[in-house]
């Protein structure tokens, strides 16, 4: 009998940070999971990762400040990535500073690759674009786990030996300088190269907050 071909569907990892009130969040860690964790799942897994993204948020909320690896692939390699990020060593360095919320999180998704998309900010689209909106995340994903690794110059985090205060200022200087890049040039590199792809046509811009010049979408 012909073995059965195994099912691929999205696997959510959600880690969610501790963020007291009257504070800001603590948005460098997100930087510190993409380049440590994230990245080392992605390094070891990708070969069976057909797609993959990176998902940050911080409102006042249930899930409050939280960042989420989502992965299309099948289930003994969702069981393996759980592994691999609950062994981590930046892991257990974010849990012995009390910098998590609580235990790692898991979701299971659907089986289409379009399943990735949250039904309820997504209703309203076409059908089309729902089947391959996921490869341009995935794209947008990797390009950002690239650019950290550009803006470290290549080097590899060590944490050992190093105390919370040190990790945090070296990756909020990167937070910083992502945020500058973003808001120094993703008009162009992103807004502008992406209308290139669609012909130059106008749309309609539906920015959530605007603050002086800027704008937030």
């Known amino acids: 009998m012909a073995k059965s071909k195994a099912t691929k569907r999205w696997y959510g990892f959600s880690l969610r940070m501790i963020w007291p009130k009257n504070q800001e969040p603590k948005t460098w860690i997100d930087i510190f999971i993409t380049d440590t964790i994230i990245r080392d799942v992605i390094s070891e897994k990708q070969s069976v990762i057909e797609l993959w993204r990176i998902h940050r948020r911080w409102a006042r909320d249930m899930k409050g400040h939280e960042l989420t690896l989502d992965c299309f692939t099948e289930e003994k390699n969702a ?37 990735i998309a949250d039904d309820r900010s997504t209703r309203n689209w076409p059908e089309e674009l729902k089947d391959s909106w996921p490869y341009y995340i995935s794209g947008c994903s990797e390009m950002f786990l690239c650019l950290i690794d550009s803006l470290k110059g290549g080097a ?62």
Not at 165 to 191: D, K, P, V
């Open 156 to 217: 590899k985090t060590d944490i050992d030996g190093k105390d919370v205060s040190e990790i945090e200022s070296y990756y909020t200087e990167i937070n910083n300088r992502l945020m500058n890049i973003w808001q120094g040039h993703g008009s162009h590199a992103f807004f502008h190269h992406i209308n290139a792809i669609f012909g130059y046509q106008p749309l309609i811009a539906k920015p959530r907050g605007i603050h002086g010049i800027l704008a937030s979408f």
């Open 79 to 115: 069981n393996s990535i759980k592994k691999l990020i609950r062994e981590s060593r930046p892991l257990k360095f974010l849990q012995e500073n009390n910098l998590l919320a609580e235990e790692l999180e898991t979701a299971t998704g659907g089986e289409r690759i379009r399943d």
